[in-house]
Protein backbone atom coordinates (compact mmCIF):
# COMPACT_ATOMS: atom_id res chain seq x y z
CA UNK A 1 0.00 0.00 0.00
CA UNK A 2 1.42 3.77 -1.20
CA UNK A 3 1.81 6.23 1.73
CA UNK A 4 -1.07 7.95 -0.24
CA UNK A 5 -3.48 5.59 0.02
CA UNK A 6 -2.32 5.15 4.07
CA UNK A 7 -3.12 9.11 4.32
CA UNK A 8 -6.13 8.59 2.49
CA UNK A 9 -7.99 5.67 4.85
CA UNK A 10 -6.72 7.78 8.01
CA UNK A 11 -8.75 10.77 6.85
CA UNK A 12 -12.06 8.50 5.84
CA UNK A 13 -11.61 7.03 9.19
CA UNK A 14 -11.06 3.54 7.39
CA UNK A 15 -7.50 2.80 9.24
CA UNK A 16 -8.00 -0.87 10.59
CA UNK A 17 -5.63 0.03 13.63
CA UNK A 18 -7.42 3.14 14.41
CA UNK A 19 -11.16 3.43 16.14
CA UNK A 20 -13.51 5.22 14.16
CA UNK A 21 -15.68 8.10 15.79
CA UNK A 22 -18.41 5.73 15.47
CA UNK A 23 -16.95 3.58 17.27
CA UNK A 24 -15.92 5.41 20.27
CA UNK A 25 -19.60 6.74 20.59
CA UNK A 26 -20.97 3.13 20.81
CA UNK A 27 -18.76 2.59 23.66
CA UNK A 28 -19.16 5.88 25.33
CA UNK A 29 -23.10 5.35 24.57
CA UNK A 30 -22.49 1.24 26.41
CA UNK A 31 -20.59 2.43 29.32
CA UNK A 32 -22.88 5.16 30.10
CA UNK A 33 -25.74 2.54 30.02
CA UNK A 34 -23.88 0.25 32.48
CA UNK A 35 -23.80 2.65 34.71
CA UNK A 36 -27.23 3.87 34.70
CA UNK A 37 -28.30 0.09 35.28
CA UNK A 38 -26.13 -0.24 38.50
CA UNK A 39 -26.76 3.03 39.38
CA UNK A 40 -30.94 2.00 38.88
CA UNK A 41 -30.42 -1.87 40.22
CA UNK A 42 -28.15 -1.32 42.71
CA UNK A 43 -28.17 2.31 44.39
CA UNK A 44 -31.09 3.93 43.31
CA UNK A 45 -33.08 1.72 46.02
CA UNK A 46 -30.82 2.57 48.61
CA UNK A 47 -30.95 6.37 48.04
CA UNK A 48 -34.94 5.79 48.11
CA UNK A 49 -35.19 3.88 51.30
CA UNK A 50 -32.46 6.83 53.16
CA UNK A 51 -34.70 9.57 51.35
CA UNK A 52 -38.19 7.94 52.90
CA UNK A 53 -36.11 7.57 56.37
CA UNK A 54 -35.61 11.43 56.27
CA UNK A 55 -39.07 12.06 55.22
CA UNK A 56 -40.65 10.07 58.19
CA UNK A 57 -38.13 11.30 60.55
CA UNK A 58 -39.18 15.38 59.75
CA UNK A 59 -42.84 13.99 59.96
CA UNK A 60 -43.07 13.46 63.22
CA UNK A 61 -40.50 16.03 64.11
CA UNK A 62 -43.21 18.29 62.56
CA UNK A 63 -45.43 16.98 64.24
CA UNK A 64 -44.27 16.82 67.69
CA UNK A 65 -43.06 20.64 66.99
CA UNK A 66 -46.24 21.49 66.25
CA UNK A 67 -48.35 19.39 68.91
CA UNK A 68 -50.39 22.03 69.98
CA UNK A 69 -51.89 22.55 66.21
CA UNK A 70 -52.36 18.94 65.61
CA UNK A 71 -53.84 17.88 69.42
CA UNK A 72 -56.79 19.95 68.83
CA UNK A 73 -56.49 21.70 71.57
CA UNK A 74 -56.78 18.00 73.10
CA UNK A 75 -54.54 18.89 76.36
CA UNK A 76 -53.83 15.03 76.57
CA UNK A 77 -52.82 14.47 73.01
CA UNK A 78 -50.75 17.64 73.40
CA UNK A 79 -49.10 16.29 76.25
CA UNK A 80 -48.16 12.44 74.65
CA UNK A 81 -46.62 13.93 71.27
CA UNK A 82 -44.74 16.31 73.52
CA UNK A 83 -43.48 13.62 75.96
CA UNK A 84 -42.73 11.13 73.33
CA UNK A 85 -39.41 8.99 74.03
CA UNK A 86 -36.37 8.96 71.24
CA UNK A 87 -37.68 5.31 70.90
CA UNK A 88 -40.81 5.94 70.39
CA UNK A 89 -40.42 9.05 67.91
CA UNK A 90 -38.17 6.35 66.24
CA UNK A 91 -41.40 3.86 66.35
CA UNK A 92 -43.93 5.77 64.91
CA UNK A 93 -41.24 7.19 61.96
CA UNK A 94 -40.91 3.43 61.10
CA UNK A 95 -44.16 3.13 60.73
CA UNK A 96 -44.65 6.12 58.65
CA UNK A 97 -42.19 4.99 56.61
CA UNK A 98 -43.54 1.64 55.71
CA UNK A 99 -46.43 3.36 54.45
CA UNK A 100 -45.13 6.57 52.92
CA UNK A 101 -45.80 7.73 49.15
CA UNK A 102 -47.60 10.77 47.69
CA UNK A 103 -50.88 9.84 47.75
CA UNK A 104 -51.64 8.68 51.20
CA UNK A 105 -49.08 11.36 52.56
CA UNK A 106 -51.45 13.69 51.40
CA UNK A 107 -54.64 11.82 52.31
CA UNK A 108 -53.37 11.68 55.79
CA UNK A 109 -52.50 15.49 56.10
CA UNK A 110 -56.45 16.24 54.78
CA UNK A 111 -58.14 14.06 57.20
CA UNK A 112 -55.30 15.70 60.33
CA UNK A 113 -56.21 18.87 58.88
CA UNK A 114 -60.46 18.26 58.65
CA UNK A 115 -59.56 16.60 61.96
CA UNK A 116 -61.12 14.18 60.95
CA UNK A 117 -60.97 10.49 62.92
CA UNK A 118 -63.18 8.49 61.94
CA UNK A 119 -61.58 8.74 58.69
CA UNK A 120 -57.81 8.47 60.35
CA UNK A 121 -59.20 5.08 61.91
CA UNK A 122 -60.67 3.43 59.10
CA UNK A 123 -57.45 4.43 57.21
CA UNK A 124 -55.13 2.62 59.74
CA UNK A 125 -57.32 -0.48 60.16
CA UNK A 126 -57.28 -0.86 56.37
CA UNK A 127 -53.03 -0.17 55.74
CA UNK A 128 -51.56 -0.69 59.11
CA UNK A 129 -50.29 -4.52 60.14
CA UNK A 130 -51.56 -5.58 63.56
CA UNK A 131 -48.22 -5.58 64.71
CA UNK A 132 -47.97 -1.82 63.77
CA UNK A 133 -51.46 -1.07 65.41
CA UNK A 134 -50.19 -2.68 68.34
CA UNK A 135 -46.99 -0.92 68.74
CA UNK A 136 -49.28 2.31 68.66
CA UNK A 137 -51.78 1.39 71.02
CA UNK A 138 -48.57 0.57 73.08
CA UNK A 139 -47.16 4.25 72.65
CA UNK A 140 -50.68 5.44 72.80
CA UNK A 141 -51.26 3.57 76.75
CA UNK A 142 -47.68 4.57 77.81
CA UNK A 143 -48.47 8.28 77.80
CA UNK A 144 -51.96 8.31 78.25
CA UNK A 145 -53.40 9.75 81.70
CA UNK A 146 -54.55 7.05 84.13
CA UNK A 147 -58.19 6.06 83.70
CA UNK A 148 -58.05 7.73 80.32
CA UNK A 149 -57.83 4.84 78.18
Excluded: C, R
Excluded at 90 to 107: A, G, Y
Amino acid sequence: MSKQSVNKNEKNGKNPGKNSTFEKIMIGVIIAGIIIFVFINFAWPKLSKKTKEVAADKTVEVIVQNADKVSGGNDQIKDMLENLSEEDKKTVSEIIENHMDQETISELMGYVKNKDKESLMKYAAENLSASEILKLMEIYNKYSWPGQN
